[in-house]
């Protein structure tokens, strides 16, 4: 198992490792970069990048290393990081990627891939997005093959209240009913056609030519591939063989909101050049966004999603409620009522597995904090429950919680629908929170290599401390 | 082995041969390749332990499991074991069956049935499909199957098991989008023994490894099917994309940890997978391969034995 475990361990905290004695040199020669370079290799394979793609990415990055003065503020090894991500960003692109539309509607999109990818569940999202976009996109299901498979896509456009045109039982030919859903578009004024079709293996002849027959058709501004994130090397070749035999113009990345790297991201792209417009993250059709290739080379490094949560935590917090609270903290007046404020703040901010799963590893903060912090196990069913506790406290209390004594905790309990204990429990977990955060305000003061981008997160100290709770 | 215990359905032959069609592929894209670096090579020098990193590590067989590999050959080299290049192509056929051999044990067997076996996977790798074909062919070879749709949380679901189940003749247990799915458990083994069918399989919704609440989820499911038919499940699968990557290990991880997995399917090893990521889970999670899917059509579930697969890859 220890092998296991290393496998997960953190680039960049591996490469703190290698660097460890190399403090005080001025240059990045070939030597004091090889083992450096060794390690990044084995990050970049284990995160599923293709061999071929890794070997060209690292004869790049000793290129561009080789001779360059350390930076006085940077140590080795985050410089040689910097430069591994500033390659990475080049491979995957620099900028998103939009969509392009027909100049005369309606614009035709093909979503195509391997079976089990998330054509449909991607199709759906994409229906949802455009009609959010500005667009009056059309849904239509060809995957004549899969059981059920046209149900599916019916059954999430009904959820999401898209237009799809469903067809009759009768067709049953992937042209026919595209066909019929192009009239219907035509006829009811929308401008987009999504067409879902089925999943097949870039070998399968048939399956191809079919494709092929609907691109002939209907001359598709888009032709976007869809890729599982979590696909190894294989990925180049099935997005090479689609890309010869119909020529993609986009790729969707699903699966996102998983724990693997995305390697292939970096395999397809890099292979097909064609741009990733969208990724996939999550099972709720609103988890779909576009595509940053800078954020995505962070990960495939295994340097979290800083810049993405840096974002959505600036999105959903309330700014100078969160300098408040930093405030209440310093001087030690961080009550309950803030405590459960924080809590419904974080439920906001959405899975606080997603969260922890963008948090990188900070150089300055204890290797072992944080992987407490990722491996933390908050339930969000538990979060309500706690929020419903401080809830049935009278407002003195929650102000002060020293005078809650059995009786007021029996009472706290009964009005929850929790038992004593859970309200001994809670008590407990929010002293050692007060302590936990203000250590944690503490550390994140200190100006690291992610220092910088992190110190905003400074205000936010009640996600650090998160890892800490034991519901 | 396993094709004893279900009843050989099919001919020795004719299951082999299918066996050696469906991974063609992977014999080209592993073996094949071996054979290119070797041929010709007498000496075993720098260049062409790299090229077989390369054909190895292109196989999905990890950095870990490929370099260990390496080593072996390395140290044998170094202790003149041995010397000459077209040795290879044997200690890697040796490594493998070791490794595959090594975690391979008998289905488990039950005194009275059902037999209950659960299906579990991230989304996409083909556990409704993989229900259905097992289920064909348990029902082909004789035995009563009862399937139990308990993925009520993708659209359709549903109604592509119950295709399945009508295709197949077998009995289904269901409920409708959104209920819960242990409530669908426990009324498939209540049925399951009512009707006394030696199979009952579970089909359950897709869910990433990393979201906590979806594995709890299926630890209430197991718990659910327990209560009405002790140590049920028998045997949970872990359905497995052979295309999947380095992830696939974590997955092993994680569903072991709360599902239980006793075993692995691998679907999808006909196209150009490799699925070279199964026998790094073989080796640190010591899990069998149950079943390998090389196919769409719904006999194309092959039962998994080490020595007839390393063969039909190497021989």
Redesign the interface.
Known sequence: ?S??LL??DNLSDKLQRVFKNLRGEGKLTAENMEAALREIR?AL????V??KVVKQLIEAVKEKALGQEVLASLSPAQQVVKIVNEELIKTLGTHASRLRFANEPPTVIMIVG?????KTTSSAKLARWLSKNQHAPLLVSVDV?????R??????AK?LALPIYTGTAEETKPLELAKSARREAVQTGRDVILIDTAGR???DDALMAELAELKETFQPTEILFVA?A??????V??AEQFHKQLGITGIILT?M?????G??ALSIRSITGQPLKYIGLG?KPDAFELFHPDRVANRILGMGDVLSLIEKVEETIDKKQAEEMQRKLIDNEFTLTDFRNQLKQIRKLG?I?DLM?MMPSLPGMGGGMMKELKNA?????ELNRVVAIIDSMTPKERENHMIINGSRRRRIAKGSGTSVEDVNNLLKQYTQARKMMKAFSGTLSGQGFLGKKLSKLGKLPSLGDLGNFKF | MLSSLFGSGDGGGNLLERLKSGIEKTRAGLVSKIEDVVHGKKEIDADLLEELEYTLITADIGVRTATEILETIRQRVDRHLVSDASEIRGLIRQHLLEVLSASERPMVRVDAPPLVIMMVGVNGAGKTTTTGKLARRLQDEGKSVLMAAADTFRAAAIEQLQVWADRAETDIIKQTQGSDPSAVIFDAMQAGRARKSDFVIIDTAGRLQNKEHLMAELEKMRRTAARVIPDAPHEVFLVLDATTGQNGLEQARKFTESGGVTGIVLTKLDGTAKGGVAIAIARELNLPIRYIGVGEKVTDLLPFNAETYIASLFD
């Open positions: 198992m092998v296991c496998m997960f084995v394979l284990e995160a599923d293709h061999f391997l079976q089990g990818s998330g093959y899969r059981p059920a498979a149900d599916q896509l019916a059954v999430l959820q293996l870039h070998i599982d979590m696909t190894g090397q294989d990925a070749k099935s699966k909101d998983g724990d693997a790297r390697g292939a099972e899975p597995g799963g196990k908050v339930d969000e069913k």
